[in-house]
């Protein structure tokens, strides 16, 4: 009887049938990178300081620490000294000009408007010295009328007519305010604020006229005896 041949298996047949893949060679796998090392980036050079950089910024800290006591005055006259004595600071003056601001506001909310002679007088004195000789007009007239023998007033009055070129205004206030206080003629002798007065006959006239004499009971002037 003749042997029955027994059937090879699906797995060894497969086994023995597949090709065996090629295992990649020296020539064909991919070479290893080489380790790169990293790159040492310098650091940012920091923007060269002008010398007067320092001296500004302490006079704009100045200027802070004036605003942080309710000093408006005092802060913005740092700050606006900044502007003024450092103006290539270009990168403070951003700042600068936002603190300023802030203090305009308050020193401008500060103000209350004159409601006494002495306060009048005073800002008037200030608008004088500012050379905002309408405003100083506008404080005098109304203490004028309110004390029309203020000498005082009245010397003013002349002085911001003058500097305004109104000379007819001018002449008679200062007429006015030595009739009452002799002593004013003194000081409109020397007073440079009057000198677009000079020359003028009629100021001429107030500064050579003779001395008036005040009464102890009224502020009107009367001429002594002799010069009658």
Same mark, same amino acid.
């Given at each position: 009887?003749?042997?029955?041949?027994?059937?090879?298996?699906?797995?060894?047949?497969?086994?023995?049938?597949?090709?065996?893949?090629?295992?990649?060679?020296s020539?064909?796998a991919p070479?290893?990178?080489?380790?790169?090392?990293?790159?040492?980036?310098?650091?940012?050079?920091?923007?060269?300081?002008?010398?007067?950089?320092?001296?500004?910024?302490?006079?704009?800290?100045?200027?802070?620490?004036?605003?942080?006591?309710?000093?408006?005055?005092?802060?913005?006259? !740092? $700050?606006?000294?900044v502007?003024? $004595?450092?103006?290539?600071?270009?990168?403070?003056?951003?700042?600068?000009?936002?603190?300023?601001?802030?203090?305009?506001?308050?020193?401008?909310?500060?103000?209350?408007?004159?409601?006494?002679?002495?306060?009048?007088?005073?800002?008037s004195?200030?608008?004088?010295?500012?050379?905002?000789?309408?405003?100083?007009?506008?404080?005098?007239?109304?203490?004028r009328?309110?004390?029309?023998d203020?000498?005082?007033? $009245?010397?003013?009055?002349?002085?911001?007519?003058?500097?305004?070129?109104? $000379?007819?205004?001018?002449?008679?206030?200062?007429?006015?305010?030595?009739?009452?206080?002799?002593?004013?003629?003194?000081?409109? !002798?020397?007073?440079?604020?009057?000198?677009?007065l000079?020359?003028?006959?009629?100021?001429?006239?107030?500064?050579?006229?003779?001395?008036?004499?005040?009464?102890?009971d009224?502020?009107r002037?009367?001429?002594?005896?002799s010069?009658?």
């Amino acid at each position: 009887m003749a042997k029955q041949r027994r059937p090879q298996t699906r797995s060894s047949k497969a086994a023995s049938s597949s090709p065996l893949k090629p295992q990649p060679t020296s020539a064909t796998a991919p070479a290893s990178l080489p380790e790169v090392a990293p790159v040492q980036v310098p650091p940012s050079k920091a923007p060269e300081r002008r010398s007067t950089y320092v001296d500004a910024v302490a006079l704009y800290e100045q200027g802070l620490e004036r605003l942080q006591r309710h000093d408006y005055d005092g802060a913005a006259e !740092r $700050l606006e000294s900044v502007l003024k $004595l450092y103006p290539d600071e270009k990168e403070l003056h951003e700042r600068v000009r936002l603190y300023l601001n802030v203090c305009r506001k308050q020193v401008s909310n500060n103000q209350a408007v004159p409601q006494t002679i002495e306060e009048r007088l005073y800002a008037s004195t200030l608008a004088l010295n500012g050379g905002r000789y309408d405003e100083a007009i506008s404080h005098l007239r109304l203490v004028r009328d309110e004390d029309p023998d203020n000498d005082h007033a $009245l010397y003013m009055l002349a002085v911001a007519h003058a500097q305004r070129g109104e $000379l007819a205004e001018a002449v008679a206030h200062v007429e006015r305010a030595i009739a009452i206080n002799p002593e004013n003629r003194a000081m409109a !002798r020397t007073d440079p604020d009057l000198d677009p007065l000079r020359g003028d006959e009629a100021f001429t006239a107030a500064l050579e006229a003779p001395p008036m004499i005040m009464r102890p009971d009224r502020r009107r002037p009367v001429r002594p005896r002799s010069a009658r």
